[in-house]
């Protein structure tokens, strides 16, 4: 694909994984390798550490909600290494995608994570709150209708301090071909048989750039860049860092 192309968001692009008829061999290998791959390229143990870790206190447990989980590799990340800081942290772990919660139930048990297939909207109906809501990956999926309701229900689903942080990808011609060039070599064999190839040059051609994320919230709401090709959507109560 011609670099220049992607100065603008490309919306009409689908995912392979998106697709109700894909197959679903190939969907349960693309589940598989994505805590492998995030843990390369989401910067998710920096919003452990920035966003989760200050708020956690020894004998209060801190409430956590991860936005379309997909098989549920961030959460339990996240609860290991709150276990391993000595702190109490619960997750619930939602996705839409029955598929997704159905290949998340179907891992290891892990204390403190709760999956369910729900939407935002639905814990918002429920009076649900939490301490922490974050999402990985998730705002290049939506649309401008869609990104406006995620970013309603966050702000009703937050606890009085807490943080919201939806993090994704920012769109640019060196994180294509830096993604391209990186996955090439694995896609005969760790890669084999999986979407994350092709998915992932689809989902940076889908992102947004920080300007214009930053052009489409509402007030409240602030963009930081992060690395590599990272931006983080944050609506945030500051508390002061544990020491």
């Known amino acids: 694909m011609p670099l220049g192309r992607l100065r603008a968001r490309d919306e009409d692009v689908r995912e392979l994984m998106d697709d109700p008829g894909c197959d679903p061999a190939m969907l349960a290998r693309t589940y598989a390798r994505f805590d492998l791959v995030n843990a390369v390229v989401s910067g998710r143990r920096a919003i452990y550490r920035r966003w989760v870790r200050p708020r956690l206190r020894a004998g209060r447990a801190v409430r956590l909600l991860d936005v379309g989980t997909g ?62 809501v974050v999402s990985n990956h998730v705002l290049h999926h939506l649309s ?15 606890a009085p301090g807490g943080v919201a942080v939806h993090a994704d990808i920012a769109r640019s011609a060196l ?32 992102s947004h750039t920080p300007a214009e994320l930053a052009a489409a919230v509402p ?25």
Not at 144 to 158: F, H, K, V
Not at 183 to 206: K, M, V
Request: proline letters at 8%; a neutral charge; hydrophobic letters at 45%.
């Open 71 to 132: 098989g549920a590799d961030l959460p339990r990340r996240m609860l290991q290494w709150a276990a391993r800081d000595g702190d109490a942290l619960e997750v619930v772990a939602i996705d839409p995608e029955p598929r997704a919660i159905a290949y998340a139930q179907a891992q290891p048990a892990v204390p403190g994570l709760e999956l369910r297939q729900a939407a935002t909207g639905d814990l918002v109906a429920d009076g649900e709150r939490f301490d922490v």
């Open 144 to 158: 401008s209708r869609e990104l406006g309701a995620l970013l309603a229900d966050s702000e009703a689903l937050l």
């Open 175 to 206: 994180a294509y071909a830096g993604f391209a060039a990186g996955t090439l070599p694995f896609e005969p064999t760790l890669l084999r048989g999986s979407y994350i190839r092709a998915d992932g040059l689809t989902s940076i051609r889908r």
């Open 219 to 243: 007030p409240g709401w602030g963009v930081r860049r992060g690395v590599p090709f990272r931006l983080e959507l944050v609506r945030a109560q500051l508390v002061r860092p544990r020491p």
